[in-house]
């Protein structure tokens, strides 16, 4: 069973950022090779949670849609919608089991069985004006735009793991997806 796995999933190694020299794990997942740390690099129209420095070393930056659009560095993207939907079908057949397949063991009922290391970053809610969601969710931008002022993500939380959609104006984390070549 093991070597089953191994064929399928596997820690590919690191990535250093050439912009601010910070280095990030990364995670071979199915055929996607995906950052296994969130982004921290410091963008206009990035924060802290809670403007705490500290968040930002545990849990990275939260990024507005419009600053996640060119968060990534050359060589890697913003994932589509569909690449979510790619990454949740390959790790699990329910809600539940993508869930807890892709949370940090670190995270209560996280299995974190193909490295992804999600942990519960929380957001930035724009309408409300306040941080919200720190131990709950992890919430990733994707690249696709939803309908006019609101795009898609990808949501990790005890209420499973889906493409969901906020506001461009919110603050959500960024995991940046290997191009392929």
Request: aromatic letters at 12%.
């Amino acid at each position: 069973m093991l070597i089953g796995l191994l064929s399928v999933f596997s820690l590919a190694g690191t990535m250093r950022d050439s912009r601010d020299g910070k280095t990030y794990k990364t995670v071979k997942i199915g055929n996607q090779e995906w950052m296994a740390e969130n982004l921290n690099y410091n963008a206009q129209g990035s924060v802290c949670y809670d403007n705490d420095p500290a968040n930002c070393r545990k849990y990275g930056r939260l990024y507005t849609w419009d600053a996640a659009q060119d968060a990534c560095l050359a060589g890697w993207h913003l994932p589509s919608a569909g690449e979510f939907e790619t990454l949740l079908g390959f790790v699990g057949d329910s809600g539940k089991e993508q869930n807890e397949a892709l949370r940090s063991s670190k995270w209560k009922k996280g299995k974190d069985k193909y490295g992804f290391s999600a942990l519960p970053a929380g957001g930035y809610g724009s309408g409300y004006e306040k941080f919200s969601g720190l131990g709950l969710g992890a919430y990733f931008w994707s690249s696709a735009e939803h309908i006019s002022g609101v795009a898609y993500s990808l949501d990790i939380s005890d209420g499973g793991a889906y493409v969901g959609s906020y506001d461009k104006s919110d603050g959500n984390s960024v995991r940046c997806l290997k191009d392929s070549n």
